[in-house]
């Protein structure tokens, strides 16, 4: 094809004036009424399984040894040097010396008609076993924070590729008139490590970025008016300021589309606080998450992310800080701060899946659960700390999937008598990623865009759909 | 199928507005990508992947006898194997499992073979030669040889030109594209005024009066900031500050001085290589250490390193060479000819440098001009002072030689006795402050009562490479050194310690501090002198030395307490048979310093003068700067850009399709800069002024600003790329005389206005046949807003700038740096002052698409979303800008003209007069509003006080018509016609 300025090419790499109006055709055509920005018209690929998805991104590795890869060696060993031949060449990121082997402390039971093996730190996830798909054989190739959660969510591990959030949102469309479709929650102390980079649009135009809610003062940057101007004060500039832009009138589509994203930022000062209002919610289905109204808190944020797809959201991401197991301090270690964090989101999880079931939501929305990699079966002992923790781990941790499409109850995977590395099949985040998009009807390979010269994807080169995963 | 003949000159299918290639058609220029595209990884410039010896990129393989036959026989389809291939009905090419070639795409193959199959090299390239400005129909058009090439492509569309803009919208695009300001209304009258007279003078008095202001140095800096990726922090996890600002400040300086283009690229690029680089010539070299870098815990130095040179690599092929290199990190670029080799050629040009990845260093102290006149007059003074007490005279000198002999005549004190040294093993912290603040494990204990002598961990180790008077050379940046060693004295006497420490040090005796003093410096013997009790017996000396970064050091003596400031070894000196000027200066300022009264005065102001000199340079700010390395490294090529994984060595070097001949192919940077600005070098002139034409037109002659290479965009003006090309080189790469062509041609002079024609023909200006309309960047909204509202500060330079920005947005990261919101006239700057935090942008500017500063970027996106709505309505910037502009409208005019006002208010946001129904539709506005403020006053009341401006207007024209008059400035500022160049 040749390159016309209507090429996809050209429109795309939005330097051209033709990006506006990509934009705004469907804000003009629906006169701010109905839906807000669409994706490309080629897509979804195929009929997809599900439309949106939710992702509970556990910030600095939780610890698969201790939530849901039981390992009774491990627990026999413990104490013991471990084997040479598991850390030949091995680059950790604080272990120096011969580490010793940390058993889990922890019980685990088998749940569910499934079996599914679940620690007793976790005994509302455990309820809600036969929904998941657990994954123990997951690996990635980073073991610092920032590389590690840039590759989960972008698939690269350095900064300037757009995260799955962007490309879904420029594939598919925002899905939600007076939202944006990409919305980013946290909680915990702290952001990932990451940054926004997380949910950066990358090479994208920047409108697929994700729009982090803020948790304290406006949820979306600049979205209140300053005291004196009411709503309807508003209202009255923005006729004025309509009909001044339509009197100068310079046939400039980008002036109409100026209009309609004043019209869309207007409509959503109006949603947001309804949005936001937990209070809307039955006392039951507070309890369900453990979320109180006015507190900001993981579960209140799963609770919110229910609120968005309901209303439209194309992809919700959260992040709860707090997972980074080192054990150099009891806010730290796997005896205090682990079993902390899983109270504080066990229960929300739970809740989240369970609510989207019984509204019929869960059959196409997918809820992923994870963080950017594990922990090592070896106590870290950072310069001699005798709290328990242990250090990063790429080869095999453990993520789980409901909804979607995934196949309920299925525990995939199997680890080593340690933990360390998996025994047979394994799954690598291109993968993930190739079968999450293939489960929202998106063809990995086809789903591309151009940039310094080629062509990328989100699976960059590789990514293969697992199939075994899926119902 | 369609005749040869008859595609060769079919105008192609506009498709709703196009980029029609040239008449004729080059079918050349179309068939080099498509084989590229279609057939390059198999039959390309990668050896690696090449299959049957057969690249389709060289004319040499496509025309040459391959035995027998040949790929293409130029006239005859038939007899071409390349033909052949891809129509055979058994086993066509691309082979099986790749797509299929188009049906269009074999008819232009078809076409291109029987039309005779020309053949020429990719046009960026050819070296540009000076074409010939076409004939055109109406010469009454043109103001400049410019305007040519543009009508004459008009007139073969048949389309005609766009009427000029109107005086009013020209100044104003004027001043917009040149110092991203409006412009102010006194020069606009000036300017209208001088118009009616003589409109040529009056356009080259208000364009000369634009490039020769201070705010167009400021707004090409900031385009050109965007290139150099200028951050005010690391990037990564950390992202920690650094001081960056001066080689911003340089960047606006090069600019205000018109700095010839090849100049501004040998200098960054360079200035390190030149002989006896000033200091800003090193500041200029920070364009290439905006790279980032990596301090998080567990990573490899090397790898950020390795990552940084890359980035430098692509950075300078996008901004020097129009090429997008990245791909050949990895492997052999598919289409352009970039080998993998040639990659880590170019790479080994930057890999000369000293930097790591996970350190600023090295830097250098990088005066401001006027600390600079500061420096050297204090510096002066200090050495006049310094004069009267050393240099020699012959009264004081008898005198002092009375004063020497009664010292030597006191009786000598026994001496305690010093044991040897003992330290532990270097500790780091996050910074200096930290290391000198926090107690090191062994510190701790020491301090607690724990006694180093008796063994106890970690462990102390003797060091007899520690000599008294001699300094022992310490490295490890932002490490503190633990040293102890015991002292025995029979009685209880003074002892006094002179120190010297590379950089700060804390003394303890017996776990009490002693002395503290946070310094940074060289250590030198004797920097400071304390006087210590020994008790009886046996005593514990701890010392703390912490090195910031770079070389560290300590030098200790200790002596007795002596009259006079004496320190050890002075009595030494004074017994000796000859001295050195040194020590005979030192002597003279002892005795003068005390027993003169002239001395006395100089020591007191000596004392101050160093003080203020200290001062300043500890205000000086640094400036990181490229610096070739000690050693040489080895530069390999990296198996899939991995630095864990070298193959062979490469030497310096760059690709061959825009580098010179092999044997002048540059060897190191500076011979790059200069290949740079070779007229020989095909790609660099177009670059330039492509991407200058990318900045007043919204879009490039070339649409791929960073890419003019196969993958790239055929120019929409060739010849006039080339003749804009032609002309810089040859004005001595004068980018302003260059900026002047174009903002006199009758081209950039168009209207703006889009007719529904122009939109479906040509939707984004390519063929310009209408000015150019575009949504100005993040930065120029907000200087423009602020100017416009009487509120901008001209401040040029200096540190950057903490504007309001929403609570919690670096509460994101780990860092404890805190964004202080400026409270004064800083917080009006304009924006590519602000602090720019990588992984924190400042919300505003990056909601208006300015790039996060990590790589390099040579076209900003211009979206268009509810989010920008929302900024322009509730920044803090945005909302005081219509407080102040409500003010100043309000103070300017007296009360009772509400039409007067509206139209001064309209007039600095827009720059020109409202229309009668525009002025109706604003005072309809107004007293709408304002009849509501009466009806609600607390709301008016609420709204002027939510700003920070201050309240003298507010008292003198009453809350309720400030309140409506900021309600109609926000209206005004936020019209669509302000956020844009018109």
């Known amino acids: 094809m040749k390159n016309t300025p209507f090429d996809r090419r050209a429109l795309l790499r939005g330097t051209a004036a033709g990006l506006g109006s990509l934009l705004a055709a469907p804000a003009l055509a629906r006169a701010g009424l109905a839906a807000g920005p669409q994706g490309l018209a080629d897509l979804p690929h195929f009929p997809p399984r599900a439309k949106r998805v939710i992702w509970l991104h556990m910030a600095g590795g939780p610890s698969q040894l201790d939530l849901f890869d039981p390992k009774p060696k491990l627990v026999e060993l413990d104490g013991q040097p471990v084997p040479d031949s598991y850390t030949k060449g091995e680059r950790f990121a604080f272990i120096k010396g011969t580490p010793k082997l940390l058993g889990s402390p922890y019980a685990f039971e088998r749940h569910g008609e499934s079996g599914a093996e679940v620690s007793e730190l976790l005994p509302h996830t455990a309820k809600i076993a036969d929904q998941l798909c657990i994954v123990r054989t997951m690996k990635t190739t980073q073991f610092n924070h920032a590389p590690a959660q840039l590759f989960m969510s972008t698939g690269f591990e350095r900064i300037g590729r757009p995260s799955l959030g962007s490309w879904l949102n420029f594939g598919l469309g925002s899905g939600a008139y007076d939202l944006p479709g990409f919305v980013v929650l946290l909680s915990g102390a702290y952001a990932p490590s990451g940054g926004n980079a997380c949910w950066s649009a990358g090479f994208l135009p920047g409108v697929h970025q994700g729009v982090r809610f803020r948790s304290a003062g406006d949820p979306v940057l600049f979205l209140s008016d300053p005291a004196g101007i009411d709503p309807a004060a508003r209202r009255r500039s923005l006729e004025a300021l309509g009909r001044l832009d339509r009197l100068r009138d310079h046939g400039d589509p980008e002036t109409e589309t100026r209009i309609a994203q004043r019209e869309l930022a207007h409509r959503m000062q109006a949603s947001m606080p309804g949005l936001l209002d937990l209070a809307a919610e039955s006392p039951e289905t507070l309890a369900l998450y453990g979320a109180k109204p006015g507190e900001a808190s993981f579960a209140g944020n799963c609770l919110l992310a229910r609120r968005l797809v309901e209303r439209g959201a194309r992809f919700v991401q959260l992040y709860d800080w707090g997972w980074d197991s080192h054990g150099t301090a009891p806010s730290d270690d796997i005896i205090e701060s682990l079993p902390a964090r899983c109270r504080a989101t066990d229960r929300a999880a739970a809740g989240l899946v369970t609510d989207l079931a019984r509204r019929g939501l869960l059959e196409d929305t997918i809820v992923v659960w994870g963080g950017e990699f594990g922990r090592t079966p070896m106590n870290e002992r950072r310069n001699g700390s005798t709290y328990l923790g242990r250090d990063h781990h790429p080869h095999a941790f453990t993520m789980w999937f409901a909804g979607g499409g995934f196949r309920p109850g299925l525990t995939f995977g199997e680890t080593d008598e340690l933990g360390y590395f998996p025994v047979g099949p394994s799954v690598d985040l291109h993968d993930l990623h190739a079968t999450l998009l293939h489960q929202l009807g998106v063809d990995h390979e086809r789903l591309t865009y151009p940039s310094q010269g080629r062509d990328f994807r989100l699976t960059d080169v590789s990514g293969v759909v697992r199939r075994e995963l899926l119902a | ?982």
């Open chain 2, 1 to 982: 199928m369609l005749s040869p003949s008859l595609l060769l000159f079919a105008t192609p299918l506009l498709g709703g507005g196009a980029t029609p290639p040239e008449q004729p058609r080059d079918l050349a220029a179309e068939v080099r990508p498509l084989l590229a595209k279609r057939c390059g990884v198999c039959h390309g410039p990668d050896a690696g992947t090449r299959e049957a010896e057969l690249r389709l990129d060289q004319a040499a393989d496509l025309f040459g006898d391959r035995g027998g036959y040949r790929v293409v026989v130029p006239g005859d389809p038939a007899d071409s194997e390349l033909w052949l291939r891809l129509t055979d009905p058994e086993d066509p090419m691309p082979p099986e499992g790749e797509p299929r070639l188009e049906p269009h795409e074999l008819e232009l193959l078809e076409a291109w073979i029987a039309s005779g199959a020309t053949w020429s090299e990719h046009w960026s390239y050819v070296p540009p030669t000076r074409p010939e400005p076409p004939v055109v129909e109406d010469p009454a058009w043109p103001r400049n040889d410019l305007d040519r090439f543009v009508l004459a492509r008009l007139e073969a569309e048949g389309l005609t030109p766009s009427p000029p803009a109107d005086p009013t919208t020209l100044a104003r695009r004027a001043a917009l594209d040149l110092t991203g300001l409006p412009p102010d209304l006194a020069t606009l009258d000036a300017f209208l005024a001088a118009s009616e007279r003589d409109p040529d003078a009056a356009w080259t008095t208000l364009i000369e009066g634009l490039l020769a202001s201070p705010a167009h140095a400021e707004h090409q800096a900031a385009a050109w900031l965007d290139l150099a990726r200028y951050a005010d922090t690391n990037g990564y996890e950390k992202d920690s500050a650094r001081t960056m600002w001066r080689y911003r400040d340089w960047v606006i300086d090069a600019f205000a001085r018109d700095l010839a283009f090849d100049e501004f690229t040998r200098l960054q690029l360079a200035g390190d290589l030149l002989d006896q680089p000033s200091t800003d010539d090193l500041i200029a070299t920070g364009f290439h250490r905006n790279t980032m870098v990596n301090a998080e815990g567990g990573t490899d130095p090397e790898e950020f390193r390795v990552a940084a040179v890359m980035d430098r690599v692509d950075t300078t092929a996008a901004v020097w060479l129009g090429a997008t290199m990245g791909c050949a990190r990895c492997h052999t670029h598919k289409f352009d000819p970039i080998t993998h080799d040639e990659y880590y050629a170019t790479f080994a040009l930057f890999n000369d440098t000293a930097d790591d990845g996970n350190a600023l260093a090295p830097t250098i102290p990088a005066p401001t001009a006027q600390q600079s006149l500061d420096l050297i007059e204090l510096e002066d003074l200090v050495a006049d002072r310094e004069a009267r007490l050393t240099r020699p005279d012959l009264e004081l000198d008898v005198a002092q030689a009375k004063w020497e002999a009664e010292l030597l005549a006191l009786p000598a004190a026994p001496a305690p006795e010093l044991g040897p040294w003992q330290a532990t093993e270097p500790h780091q912290a996050d910074s200096f402050q930290a290391a000198f603040e926090g107690a090191t494990p062994a510190e701790a204990q020491v301090l607690a009562g724990a006694d180093p002598f008796r063994g106890f961990a970690p462990a102390w180790e003797l060091i007899p490479e520690l000599v008294d008077g001699e300094v022992l050379p310490l490295s490890g940046d932002r490490s503190a050194f633990l040293f102890c060693r015991e002292v025995h004295s029979e009685r209880p006497q003074d002892l006094r310690l002179s120190l010297g420490s590379d950089d700060g040090i804390k003394v303890w005796l017996n776990g009490i501090a002693v002395h503290t003093n946070p310094a940074q410096r060289a250590a030198t013997p004797g920097e400071d002198v304390v006087d210590v009790r020994l008790p009886t017996g046996r005593s514990l000396l701890l010392v703390k030395v912490v090195n910031g970064g770079g070389p560290g050091g300590f030098v200790f003596e200790a002596g007795p307490v002596l009259p006079d400031g004496l320190a050890p070894g002075d009595l030494a000196l004074l017994a000796a048979p000859e001295r050195s000027d040194a020590d005979s200066a030192r002597l003279r300022r002892l005795f003068r310093s005390q027993h003169t009264e002239a001395g006395a005065a100089a020591a007191t102001e000596l004392a101050t003068l160093n003080a203020d000199l200290a001062a300043l340079r500890a205000a000086i700010p640094t400036a990181p700067i490229l610096q070739p390395a000690m050693e040489p490294r080895a530069t390999h090529v990296l198996a899939g850009g991995n630095f864990l994984a070298p193959l062979d060595a490469v030497g310096p070097g760059l690709p061959a399709a825009f580098g010179p001949p092999a044997d002048e192919m540059p060897t190191d940077r500076l011979e790059l800069a200069a290949w740079l600005a070779d007229p020989r070098n095909p790609v660099t002139t177009r670059v330039v002024v492509n991407r200058m034409w990318q900045r007043l037109f919204g879009i490039g002659l070339v649409a791929t600003v960073d890419d003019l290479g196969s993958q790239g965009e055929p120019p929409s003006h060739p010849e006039l790329l080339d003749w804009l090309a032609v002309e810089l080189v040859e004005s001595g790469w004068d980018t302003e005389q260059l900026l002047r062509t174009i903002l006199c041609s009758a081209t950039w002079r168009q209207a703006s206005v889009l007719t529904p024609e122009l939109l479906e023909r040509d939707p984004q200006n390519r063929l310009l046949a209408r000015g150019a309309r575009y949504r100005l960047t993040g930065e120029a909204l907000r200087d423009v807003t602020l100017a416009a509202a009487g509120l901008l500060d001209r401040t040029v330079g200096g540190p950057s700038v903490f504007p309001p920005q929403p609570d919690g947005t670096w509460a994101m990261t780990y860092s404890g740096e805190r964004w202080d919101t400026a409270t004064d006239g800083d917080r009006w700057r304009r924006g590519l002052y602000t602090f720019r935090r990588r992984t924190a942008p400042y919300p505003t500017l990056a909601l208006f698409d300015a790039p996060s500063r990590e790589l390099v970027c040579t076209s900003r996106a211009r979206t268009n979303t509810p989010l920008q709505a929302l900024a322009l309505w509730n920044d803090p910037a945005f909302v005081e800008a219509a407080g102040g502009l409500a003010r100043l409208v309000l103070g300017e005019l007296p009360a009772g003209d509400d039409a007067a006002r509206i139209d001064l208010a309209f007039r600095r946001c827009t720059s020109r007069w409202p229309s009668a129904e525009e002025r109706g539709v604003l005072l309809d506005l107004l007293t709408d509003e304002r009849a509501r403020f009466v009806a609600d006053p607390e709301r008016a009341a609420a709204l002027v006080a939510s700003d920070v401006l201050e309240t003298s207007a507010v008292q003198r024209h009453g809350e309720v018509e400030t309140a409506a008059w900021t309600l109609v400035a926000s209206v005004l500022l936020n019209l669509d016609e302000v956020l844009n160049r018109e």
